[in-house]
């Protein structure tokens, strides 16, 4: 089974609204990645957490590791349509095997203009 | 033009037929992955590689088969044992262990 879940899986908010996808793992992950991939497209990387309880922006978006980094999320201020698209997290070195990337399972955001 | 290419786009094949997938790539990245997504599901790792002729399996390896003789590319091939190979398949590479992944276009596979 899924090893790094996320939730929801599906999110349709109105286009203004926040949103937050939660990524949690079974493992103590070394570090974490967030991509997304718009609807028909390929994965595209965003961003890329390391140290315990790490937070980074990227305009309207934040991104935060767990203390225990087992856990990520991602939230998103204020919606716009460009944002529509399926978000995932992953863990470049799953379960300690070098190079082994794994990805959640996916928070499908709608938005609704 | 630098990348990962992933060819063909579209692929039908009839059920019981081996295919095999291409993923080409100029970026000189070392690690090299095979991941597969069904429709509203998240991705799957089938192979992946982290050196020439070396590659290990992923979650869902059972039905797939993968080479690596060279750097540059790193074939999937869709064997008859796959019991439902209809799926987006997406090649991505790597730099390093602690870099991002870079994917490919996608190739859509329908068995009929």
């Known amino acids: 089974g899924q090893q790094v879940m996320q939730i929801p899986q599906y999110q349709h908010v109105q286009e203004g609204e926040d949103f937050t996808t939660y990524c949690n793992s079974s493992?103590?992950?070394?570090?974490i990645q967030w991509y997304k991939q718009r609807p028909g497209g390929h994965p595209v990387f965003l961003i890329q957490l390391v140290k315990s309880g790490e937070v980074k922006k990227q305009k309207r978006l934040t991104f935060q590791f767990g203390e225990a980094k087992k856990n990520s999320s991602l939230h998103i201020t204020a919606t716009q349509t460009t944002d529509v698209g399926t978000y995932f997290c992953a863990a470049p070195n799953y379960g300690g095997a070098t190079n082994k990337l794994i990805f959640g399972t996916g928070t499908l955001l709608a938005v609704q203009p | 033009d630098g990348g990962i290419t992933q060819s063909p786009k579209y692929l039908f094949r009839k059920e019981g037929q081996n295919v095999t997938l291409s993923c080409e790539q100029n970026?000189?990245?070392?690690?090299m992955y095979w991941y597969r997504q069904d429709p509203g599901q998240g991705l799957r790792l089938i192979y992946y590689s982290q050196i020439v002729n070396d590659f290990q399996k992923g979650d869902i390896a059972e039905g797939y088969s993968v080479s690596r003789e060279k750097k540059e590319s790193f074939p999937l091939t869709v064997t008859s044992a796959q019991k439902n190979p209809t799926a987006f398949y997406l090649c991505?590479?790597?730099?390093?262990?602690?870099?991002?992944?870079?994917f490919g276009q996608g190739t859509r596979l329908t068995v009929v």
């Open positions: 493992t103590t992950l070394s570090n």
């Open positions: 970026l000189n990245h070392d690690a």
């Open positions: 991505a590479t790597r730099r390093t262990a602690n870099t991002e992944a870079f």
